[in-house]
């Protein structure tokens, strides 16, 4: 018979960020303590207040406390001593932060829009520790050092998914505000086209707004770039072209470990992917076509239907598994992810995506960088190897993204 804790770790385990979970374990004890369910409001109006402000005060010293066990453990990094923090035994899968994450203010900013430490019957969520996090590393990033580098995934990100950056998204100002002063922006998404006009039909809102713009500089429009496939083809803005970008050469922009990926692995590894993304099609019975690429090999629907959650997922642990125990599957980077209605692999991950980002212009500092994405879990999400490159925020749809980069603008000027 399986047991329980076989079900829980086989279905839920790739849907859970550790750190995030562990943070809301920790608030669950004052909540429980202070919340007071039973009493109403209107009969109780001052005393309720006063159950806030008591609550805020212990959310508060909470953040402060996982605060400091965060600048612990990047003390023990700059050591070459990672695995040794206290925050690492608590937290096994936790990464590397590249700032100091300001949690306690953090946390103080979004109590303020999300009135956490006044609900009394919904404890805090995954959803406030995020955006807490979200704030905390905005304020890491401005206070510590300045952001040059911001790269965006693509869909639920800037757009809908499947949708476009039309002209009309309000994302775009805010991009736009970016470049004006004089930051980097990277568009790193999954999408694998080697050919500028597809990207344009996608990017066509921004891309159009950056040629017409009388305020921007030359030199901040070659601020923009774009990297397709996760990490296999570049394109840069260029007013000459109809398509508003121009292929880069990947002798131009390679990093130096990525040129030791040869053309035989690469195929390889794709041919396994293949076979086991056309045994979980059939095994699923998954109203699919596979799709092969240049650096990619997919499933997609077909005649317009849509993929249950659960046959995604299933795919992508099956196609992740198969390719990690492969021999090449350990001596090349690879991403499988759920696209939301299909499974692709990729060669490389947007980890190697962001870097080649900041080494093209000049060598930007992780420290330096933001990646804003939608898909942070461990397991067929593309944006969860970003926070190997850079910092990172984790937002749920672009009207988020356009939260986020006001926020970012508030912290400048506040600083």
């Excluded at 562990?22 to 669950?28: E, F, Q, R, T, V």
């Excluded at 369910?37 to 109780?44: D, G, K, N, V």
Aim: contains cysteine; glycine residues 6%.
């Amino acid at each position: 018979m399986t047991t329980r804790y076989r079900v829980e770790y086989a279905l839920k385990t790739h849907r859970r960020d550790q750190l995030i979970e562990w943070i809301k374990g920790l608030l669950a004890v004052p909540f429980v303590l202070h919340s007071q369910p039973t009493a109403i409001y209107q009969e109780h109006g001052e005393g309720l207040k006063s159950v806030a402000a008591d609550t805020h005060l212990r959310y508060a010293e909470i953040m402060r406390d996982v605060e400091n066990l965060m600048l612990d453990h990047i003390h023990h990094h700059e050591r070459n001593a990672p695995g040794k923090s206290k925050l690492n035994l608590l937290v096994p899968t936790v990464g590397t932060f590249f700032t100091q994450l300001y949690l306690e203010d953090a946390f103080k900013y979004q109590d303020q829009q999300r009135f956490i430490s006044r609900r009394r019957f919904v404890a805090p969520s995954f959803n406030d520790i995020r955006l807490i996090l979200n704030s905390a590393q905005l304020l890491g990033l401005v206070r510590s050092s300045e952001v040059q580098l911001v790269t965006f995934d693509g869909d639920v990100t800037l757009y809908d998914d499947g949708a476009c950056l039309t002209a009309d998204n309000i994302v775009i100002p805010r991009i736009l505000r970016l470049l004006q002063q004089d930051r980097k922006v990277g568009i790193v998404t999954a999408a694998g086209y080697t050919e500028a006009p597809k990207y344009y039909e996608r990017l066509q809102g921004l891309l159009d707004a950056m040629h017409y713009s009388t305020v921007l500089t030359t030199a901040q429009k070659q601020g923009l770039i774009v990297m397709g496939g996760e990490s296999n083809f570049l394109f840069r803005y260029d007013p000459t072209s109809e398509a508003r970008l121009a292929y880069v050469p990947r002798d131009e922009w390679l990093l130096e470990e990525m040129r030791a990926w040869s053309d035989n692995d690469i195929t390889q590894l794709l041919d396994i992917a293949e076979s086991a993304l056309r045994a979980c099609a059939d095994n699923l019975s998954l109203p699919a076509a596979v799709l092969r690429k240049d650096r990619a090999v997919g499933v997609y629907p077909v005649n317009g239907v849509r993929i249950n959650r659960e046959q995604l997922e299933e795919t992508v642990l099956v196609v992740q598994n198969t390719v990690q125990r492969s021999t090449v599957g350990s001596r090349l980077p690879f991403c499988a992810f759920n696209g939301g209605n299909d499974v692709f692999v990729d060669i490389g991950d947007k980890s190697w995506g962001v870097r080649a980002c900041q080494q093209y212009f000049g060598g930007i500092d992780p420290s330096k960088t933001l990646h804003v994405g939608d898909q942070f879990l461990s397991a067929g999400a593309n944006d969860f190897k970003a926070r190997l490159a850079s910092t990172t925020a984790w937002i749920a749809s672009p009207a988020e993204t356009v939260e986020l980069l006001d926020e970012l603008e508030k912290a400048v000027h506040s600083k």
